[in-house]
């Protein structure tokens, strides 16, 4: 039963790749659970036998995307797997941000260096996460799932700016209106290095985004 366990996690990994790929090349209104199972070099029909339909698909691309990006985030926050209460949570990273040890901006440096590498290892993330945001208006699952991650995204973004005012190294600012800023921000960068990836340097980018929110933190 393990055996046949593990081998299901490994073709659901497989066909989640496969549509990552599929999804950024074709669009997500184009393609369908056969030309994912031929992207994984799967037997016909096995991705229907996992998923339902795209939506469940799509879904699957995303919380893999997210469960990457939030255990990097934890490891940063030194934030246990196992805790999962929001207050828990906020409580842990309000404390390793208020800890003078903690270097803030070079943190931010390296979140920012992370999403750029994200976007480097695997081209196709920036464009499956546009095929998302086009399906938050038009599905619920879909809608839930956005606001989640947009309101945690949100709510650690706004702690980072009110624990750096404290320690005195952020001007003060609204944390909600400044995490609203920051994210428009970054968006604004993922829309157009989707769009124009290549016709600019990404380091050179990276270096930019980094001044843009430093500029726009720090006193």
């Known amino acids: 039963m393990a055996r046949k366990t593990e081998i299901s996690e490994i073709r659901k990994q497989e066909l989640t790749h496969a549509a ?40 699957s691309v995303i919380y893999k995307m997210w469960e990457t990006a939030e255990g990097y985030t934890r490891a940063i926050w030194e934030i246990p797997q196992q805790t999962d209460d929001p207050e828990e949570v906020q409580a842990l990273m309000r404390e390793y941000y208020s800890n003078p040890k903690t270097d ?10 992370f999403l750029f590498s994200i976007f480097e290892d695997n081209p196709h993330v920036l464009r ?15 809608t839930q799932l956005n606001r989640s991650m947009h ?3 949100m709510r650690t973004t706004a702690i980072i700016i009110q624990e750096g005012a404290k320690r005195g190294i952020f001007k003060k600012r609204n944390p909600q209106t400044g995490a ?10 993922a829309f157009n290095h989707a769009i124009n990836k ?22």
């Open 20 to 59: 990552l790929k599929c999804m950024a090349l074709k669009g997500y209104d184009r393609v369908t659970l056969d030309d994912v199972t031929r992207e994984a070099g799967l037997s016909k029909g096995i991705a229907s036998y996992y998923f339902k339909n795209r939506e469940e698909l799509l879904i």
């Open 104 to 113: 803030l901006i070079g943190m931010i440096k390296d979140q920012i260096a």
């Open 128 to 142: 499956v996460i546009m095929e998302f945001w086009c399906q938050v208006p038009r599905n619920e699952m879909i």
């Open 151 to 153: 309101d945690f995204i």
């Open 180 to 189: 609203y800023t920051l994210v428009s921000i970054v968006v604004g960068f």
């Open 198 to 219: 290549g016709k600019l340097d990404s380091k050179k980018l990276e270096r930019e985004l980094s001044d843009l929110i430093l500029g726009y933190l720090c006193k």
